[in-house]
């Protein structure tokens, strides 16, 4: 699946060169979560994997359904580093969490490394799932919302081309 008819969900963000942390953030129905999740594996990009190298937060007990994923390349640094008992930043990553009914994707100064756009719009357009609400927003010292909506139609209008 390749994007040619929306921009990129952080099309904003990368134009007013905020950041450094970009984040998408949607809201499903609260009965959607187990759906959620498994729609989640099956329009993963395929930069990503299933997180086994991070332990869940704290707060991923509390999500009921969970569900996380890393980029490749930050996976496999966090592997190697438990491996051999090193510990070293990594400040370029993807991240996509599923907790209960919420999606979010987080990249650490990514800036477009990675496109989740095909994701976000087949999550939208999938009929197992209601769209409650959805931000795109950025953080460094605070959070800073830049878009939101509360429907589908808000955020394809948003990712329009046209």
């Not at 609260?30 to 997180?51: C, F, G, H, M, T």
């Not at 209960?100 to 800036?111: K, R």
């Not at 939208?124 to 409650?132: E, R, V």
Request: hydrophobic content about 35%.
């Amino acid at each position: 699946m390749t994007n040619t008819h929306h921009k990129k969900w952080y099309w904003e963000l990368t134009q007013k060169g905020v950041g450094p942390d970009y984040i998408f953030t949607a809201q499903f129905h609260i009965d959607e979560s187990v759906s959620l999740a498994q729609l989640v594996k099956r329009y993963l990009p395929s930069e990503y994997v299933v997180n086994t190298a991070k332990p869940p937060s704290p707060h991923a007990k509390k999500c009921g359904t969970y569900a996380s994923f890393l980029d490749q390349h930050t996976h496999d640094r966090l592997l190697q580093q438990q491996a051999t008992g090193t510990t070293e930043n990594i400040y370029y990553s993807g991240e996509i969490d599923v907790c209960g009914a919420q999606f979010t994707i987080f990249h650490t100064l990514a800036s477009g490394l990675y496109d989740e756009t095909d994701m976000i719009l087949a999550l939208a357009d999938d009929p197992a799932l209601t769209l409650i609400f959805w931000s795109i927003d950025y953080s460094g010292d605070q959070r800073v919302f830049i878009k939101k909506g509360r429907s589908r139609n808000t955020l394809l209008a948003y990712l329009s081309a046209v």
